[in-house]
Structures are given as C-alpha cells and as structure tokens.
C-alpha cells in the first residue's frame, strides 16, 4: 500500500510578539526619565559653574560627580528593593526622585544646594535603570533579545539625541529654569503609565546576587569594558562645552546631537549583527573605536576635529552598550537579569562619575587638549578583558 505523506512543508512556529502592551508602557517610563536625565546632564554644570563664578572644571566635575555618586549607590541597592518592594513602587520612587528635585535649581544657585539636588536625582535615576531594566529584559522574548535590545536601546537613546543639545539651546535662548522645569515634568509625568506595568514576574533559573556577580568574571570582564567607555561618555556631556572655544558655542549643540545620534544608531546595529555573529566580537572594535574618538576630540580648536571627534566615539559607544549588555544578559539565568542590569549601569554610571571628576582635575594642569589624549591612552588599558572577551563562548553561564 502506497504511503499517503502530507504535500504541505512544516510551518514554521511564530515568532513571539516583541511589542506588547507591557513592553510599550515601559517606553513611556524610559522616555521620561530619559528626557529628564539627559535635559539636564550638559546644564547642571554649567549651572554650577556659572553658580560659581567661573569656577571651572572642578565645580562643574563635582555636579556630575555627585549625581553619579548616589546613581551607582542605587543600583548596588535597587534589586534587594525591587526584591521586596516589588517592580512599580521602585520604578515611581525613581522617577519622583529624578524629576521633582529639579525643581529646587529654580531657586537656588548655591554649589551645594546644587550638589544636594543632584545626589537626590542621581538616586532616582538608578532606581529606574535598575527596577526598570529588568523588567524590560524580563518583557523581551529570549529568542528576540539582541533585536528588542537593540530596540530599547532605540527608544531610550532618542532623548539623549534631543535632550543633550535641546537642554544647551534651551538654557540658552529661555533661561535654565526652563530646563529644569521641563526636566521635572518628563519623569513625574511618567509616573501615570507605571500602574499598568507587572509588579513581579516569575524568572526561571537560579537568582545571581550582587557580591556574586561581581565575584564572576563572565560578568565582570563586559562590564570593565563598558565601563571605560562610560568613563569618556560623562567627559564628553560635562567637558565639550567647556573645553571648546565659546566663539564655536554652535559646535557644541551640533556635537551633542552627533554623539547621541552615532551611538544610538550603532547600538540598534550592533544588537542585529550580534544575534547572527555573537556579541562577543563586538566588544574590542566598540572600545577602539571609543578610544580613537576621544583622542580625536584632543583637538578643540578645530569644529570639524570636535564633530568627526564624537562622531566616531559616539558609534564606537554604541556598540560597546549593546554588546556588553546583551553579553551578561546570556551568561545568567532570567532569575539573574536584576544583578545584570545593576552591575551594567553600576558599570555605566560609575565611569561617567570618575570621568567627571578626574578629567576636571587632570585638564586643569594640562590643559583640555593633553587631557583628552591622555583619556584616550588610558582607555587601551581595557584592552585585556576586551580580547579575552573576544575569544570566550558568547553563551558561558554564571556559575
């Protein structure tokens, strides 16, 4: 008897949904506190600095020095209180905590009620890349990772293109409390889409707690790397509009729009190539190329030098922030996402922090041209962990 098969190829099983409506609340979340974060990032320094009466490099180093301080306390702590409290309560604390102090630099100009404000946003904000980036790996389908990565890091990026150069143009055209108040508006209003949000989710695998992923070099190697990387990311934000030449004042906004935009742009492009190659790979050429902007930018009095500058440190960024994250993301179980996005924006926050203040030191007995090419020199000594990052399994776990 002649066997009857079934004509019909097998189907292919459907991808699982990447944009739910969880996933797009979260973007509502991101996008506030993003726009807050970033609104104010380049100002506030310039703020104190102005505050001060031209205090320079170190006033403004010590703003974003003390809103990194408290932001990498935070997320040492945020996963035991997300543990506790649960996902929506850290997540409004933190954007209560990033947007209304804000409020305060519209009345005060003292360095230290400055410093005050920014230590109070700085623990805001952990709370919400912490509490908030678990949860969004834990909306993301495992087999879509690298691309809803790359995704978040698309959403979360476009603030950082409008907000750096929009939060110069505006302090400058409408005054800085006008800053301040529209960053005080974009994180508490963000506060409305966080009841919609799951408060706990069941996470597979075993948890990974702090002290043991810092023991954990699968963990450990990304994280140095990107944190370099980090280190000349907060220089840029504080340093650029004071290092170049105020008759260039235009160069500056250009620059902070280019930056953003590369990094942005490189890092949606890095989370599609990693999902075929691996994102491994990814991690050496995203510090070299970080590191070969930033010497570009040595060069302050040219405004093509400045631009091409962090043009190219900000693509090199970009692809250091979806590689390395992406990378801890499978060397742990779901169970261990919390202890991942800690670590990673420790990594991330921790390095703009020590830019901050030891460029703020270094240019003011080098000047800010010898200081850049020393940051750029500094940044190779990462180069260790990048290559054996280069040549290790992109799935090895967290044991």
Do not use: K
């Not at 003390?66 to 506790?84: D, I, S, Y």
């Not at 309560?89 to 360095?111: E, R, Y």
């Amino acid at each position: 008897m002649t066997e009857i098969r079934d004509s019909h190829p097998p189907t292919r099983a459907p991808r699982p949904p990447l944009l739910t409506r969880p996933l797009l609340l979260r973007f509502v979340s991101i996008v506030g506190a993003s726009t807050s974060f970033y609104l104010l990032l380049s100002v506030v320094p310039a703020y104190a600095t102005a505050g001060s009466g031209g205090g320079g490099g170190g006033t403004a180093g010590l703003a974003t020095g003390a809103l990194m301080l408290t932001t990498v306390v935070g997320e040492l702590a945020a996963p035991a209180l997300v543990n506790r409290y649960g996902y929506r309560l850290v997540l409004a604390a933190g954007l209560i905590l990033l947007g209304a102090p804000a409020l305060a630099l519209t009345w005060s100009h003292d360095v230290w009620g400055i410093v005050v404000v920014c230590l109070l946003r700085g623990l805001g904000f952990a709370f919400t890349v912490v509490a908030g980036g678990a949860l969004t790996a834990s909306l993301i389908p495992a087999e879509r990772r690298g691309e809803g990565l790359a995704l978040v890091g698309v959403v979360s990026g476009a603030p950082s293109l409008v907000g750096l150069p929009l939060g110069v143009w505006l302090a400058r055209q409408a005054g800085y409390d006008t800053v301040f108040v529209a960053g005080a508006v974009a994180a508490v209003a963000a506060v409305l889409a966080v009841p919609g949000l799951p408060d706990r989710i069941r996470a597979s695998g075993r948890p990974v707690g702090i002290t043991e992923g810092l023991r954990s070099t699968e963990l450990r190697r990304p994280a140095l790397v990107f944190a370099v990387t980090a280190v000349a990311a907060g220089i840029v934000v504080t340093f650029l509009p004071l290092a170049v030449p105020a008759s260039d004042t235009g160069v500056v906004a250009v620059a902070l729009f280019v930056q953003p935009a590369a990094a942005t742009v490189a890092r949606w492009l890095a989370g599609r190539r990693g999902d075929r190659s691996g994102p491994a790979r990814l991690v050496l050429p995203g510090l070299l190329l970080s590191a070969a902007g930033t010497l570009l930018m040595a060069l302050t009095g040219s405004p093509v030098a400045v631009v091409a500058g962090v043009g190219l440190f900000g693509i090199g960024f970009g692809i250091a922030q979806n590689a390395t994250l992406t990378l801890m993301y499978v060397r742990v179980p779901a169970a261990g996402y919390g202890t991942v996005s800690a670590l990673w924006n420790f990594a991330y926050d921790a390095g703009m922090g020590a830019g901050a203040v030891a460029f703020g030191w270094l240019a003011a007995g080098t000047g800010y041209p010898w200081a850049f090419a020393l940051t750029a020199a500094a940044m190779l000594g990462a180069l260790a962990p990048a290559l054996t990052d280069r040549r290790t399994t992109p799935r090895a776990a967290v044991r």
